[in-house]
């Protein structure tokens, strides 16, 4: 027998329990060692998600149709996917403004909004109370049918118990304490509950525990494994459609998908949800684990879902037990007490689990985001003078706590077995999904406004209303039933659940579609219309650009008037007690870098430190209003609000151009520095080149001036002497002559401005030409020249004047160089591919290899110029060089010292020449 | 920053596999009365692909650890 | 008389016209045509002036002329220095190693004369 004596001592025990983990909990967390601070407790805290509603619900929902109630956790395990995204962009803004729930967060994105927090309250607390009777009544339910153990009685439409009989009433109350005592211990700046959260994974622990243990019971201890059981299924009328019911009697593809979306949403803006994985969340790093281990989580809630829901069937087939109750009911069938009481337990962790969270969620936004306001605008209340505040907010917490509660608990009563209760599961899932568009819109568009955010959630909350609460209350006999059937004052169109003539669609799925196009709609509509204050703009930047901004110019709050340390310490004070404020400053002036506080100035920043301090307190609309009250502002105009945002992001556009062009001015400097040296380098050469000139100008001058003087001067010079002074001066002057004439033709040649006249030539006669020419200066020094000049080779296209010029020039240089009497020089004329080569080779000393390049700059000869006179001009071959170039071909030597040397020329053959030649014709 | 960039796109992609796993017409095609292992081919389908998207997700999170 | 003058030059028609314009004048001349041959007839001929060209091959002119200064048994000897380099910076170098004078080509033979016999004391 499982006597009420033993359940109520069994159930308060586990309470105790829970009450001990949190105790110790806090205690961990006051010392700094938080025992919460793993990802593991992060993910199974997460686990809140599944309260009574899945413990119990989920199997009555699979015995109706199978697998309807799957969207429910694969939307959450989707959107988990996304969480690394948004929830932690939603975490850290969380964390820099000391947002401590869904209402502050949203009315803090739209420049701190005290009307919109209340009415995201508002919406909260109607959405989601009837969700926590849900939870209690499941609770007085589970206790109801166990104490009538070992007989399965379902509670009939009972008249309801007096209050102080009720335990739901009882345990209402027990919750209440408990969230009292461990969700207001104190006032945290960050409002987190250390010793609350490890209860809360412990209770994940036991619900997740009970129903595995019913579902191995279930599958293997009453039947023989899953393929018994859907052998079973299969031949039984009701379960057969249930094997395939997709599009059956799971209902449409449409509406699963709907109901993923809306459980998508319900993952992170139930309130509960919010407060676990945002508020409570000890290191946005946990979230990488729980993206994986939290559905693995509900994976294994679900496992044994189906099972249990088709073995109720088959076992209580007839006999009228709801199948919301097979969890308990089937180990009792069985006698098994234990198991019948372990499932109780995990129920019972269910609904706590979530009534305490949700309940400190809403009590937080209650107090900061409805009373708090109200309280201080009241001037009757004469809040502004009272010195420590800290005693009223705590209490007003705690009424909160309370009244939330009981509020659930007032529901509970009212609504007994009314269908406004059993629905309201998909209903709080959707009524939170309102809060979608301007959360996830407010941290991704900038542009989305306090007014478009008033305006979605308005519309999505009055649509909410009429296509899903209302109906339900007129389901309960609450409302007129014509509500329902012909729409509100009979207006046909106006149909809850076919608004607009819309039909065919389950409930949720219209009230979804129809709330989503009115909620986004309004939201980016109005958006677009309406215009930004200054607050909002701010604030729109800090939450968009939370992860681009690393305290930069766009940290500082756009701010000014005058502010006095001594009375934002006070004010601090007033909420947070003296010594929390005391220690606040100390830590700001820390990390501002002042030795004392009284260093601090009293600027912008403090002032956005006073109120960030504040918004853990009491909310940000809350800690915007005090705060306006302490110091004095000038009102700043949106212009220079804007103007400020400009300055700033233009500084980071500045710094980033600034980069660029310091590297382009880099580049353009080594750039410039080249070109610098190149052309100081073609200084000097022109510099050396002139002063190269005038040099071997002056010198044949020198002798010509000098003789002249002499012949001059001394008229009686014998005719033998007069002759040979004659000869020099003849000579000088040729020399001086052909150099002015090679300078002017280096000159021309290197300006582009030397005439060509080119034709067809046959380079065999041009050589046979030049020998002669040169045959004087080979005769007079006795060098031999043999010349090697094949047959029938083709023409070539070149200016003849020029070739010869070329073959002059190397033809003297080659009787210059090699020694008197047994010197030899060779011309050869050879055939290559498309041209003619002519190699001049002498027996001279050869040219040093440094040298084989120096030798056709300009003035430059073999040797060191500074102690060896060149033998010749030193432009020779630079002309000669620049000849063979501009006719196509190329000139070289090659030599080895004391070997020789060998001048070589390669000139295209006409046909291969039409076009080289044509061009350097067109050039001229 | 630049790893839990491409970690944030690797999970977007999952998260874009999941919702083809989970809708119409992919689910359609299991939506059947036939049997994989005793249990009806959906379920079976539904709970394995589940298991697959969650060992894919922890997949992505535990890499570059 | 008698006094002995050294040209140092590698230019054979200019050497000519010097040595022409020296002996015609009664100096004792010697002719070298590289800056060591310059050095050894500086120590065996012991001349008491030199012409002195500045590109001459093997040693430079502003070597042959520091050499000579480096030697104080030298000190007495007058040093004029030819060159067809003019630009101010080659005059300042001849200077700055020891030469009496620099002339540059072409030069007034009047002048250079002039010059010789002037720094010869006479």
Redesign the interface.
Known sequence: MLHTWVIIPVSLAYLGVLFAIAYWGDQRADRGRSIIANPYIYSLSLGVYATAWTFYGSVGRAAADGVGFLPIYLGPTLMMALWWLVIRKIIRISKANRITSLADFISSRYGKSALLAGLVTIIAVIGVVPYIALQLKAISHSFTILAQYPDVVLPAQRVAPPVQADTAFWLALVLATFTILFGTRHLDASERHEGLVAAIAFESLVKLVAFLAVGVFVTWGIYHGLPDIFERAAAHAKLAPLLAPLGGPAGSYASWAWLTVLSMLAIMFLPRQFQIAVVENVNENHLGKAIWLFPLYMLAMNLFVVPVAFGGVLHFSGAGVDPDTFVLTLPMAEKQEALALLVFLGGLSAATGMVIVETIALSTMVCNDLVMPVLLRMKSMRLAERRNLTGLLLGIRRGAIVAVVLLGYLYFRLAGEAYALVAIGLISFAAVAQFAPATIGGIYWKGATRAGALAGLAAGFVVWLHTLLLPSFAKSGWLPIGYLQDGPFGIALLRPYALFGLEGLNDITHAMLWSMVANIGCYVAVSVLSRQSVAEQTQAARFVDVFRRTGGALDAHPWKGTASLPDLKALLARFLGPERAEAAVIDYAGRRGYGSPDDVPADAGLVHFAETELAGAIGGASARIMVASTVHEDALSVDEVRTMLDEASQVIAYSHELTQKSQALIAATNELRAANERLQELDRLKDDFISTVTHELRTPLTSIRAFSEILHDNPELDAAEREKFLTIVIQESERLTRLINQVLDLAKLESGRAEWQVARIDLKAVIEDSIVTTGQLFRARNVALESRLPADLPFVHADRDRVVQVLINLLSNAAKFVLADAGHVVVALSRRPGALRVDVIDNGPGIAAADQQVIFEKFRQAGDTMTEKPRGTGLGLPISRQIIEHLGGRLWVTSRPGKGATFSFELPVADAAAVAAAAATHRT | MFRSAIKGQRLVVLFLFGLLLFNYPVLALFNRAAEAFGVPVVYAYIFCSWALLIGLLALVIERHR | MGKKILIAD??P??V???E??MK?KGYEVRVVN??EAALAAVGDFGPDLILLDV??????GYDVCQKIRENPAWQGIRIIMLS????DIEVTRGMAVGADAYV???????DLIDKVRTMLGE
């Open positions: 590698d230019e028609n200019i000519v016209s010097l022409f314009l015609q590289d800056g590109m001459m091959p093997r040693v430079s067809a380099k003019g630009r540059t080509k072409p030069f007034s033979t009047k």
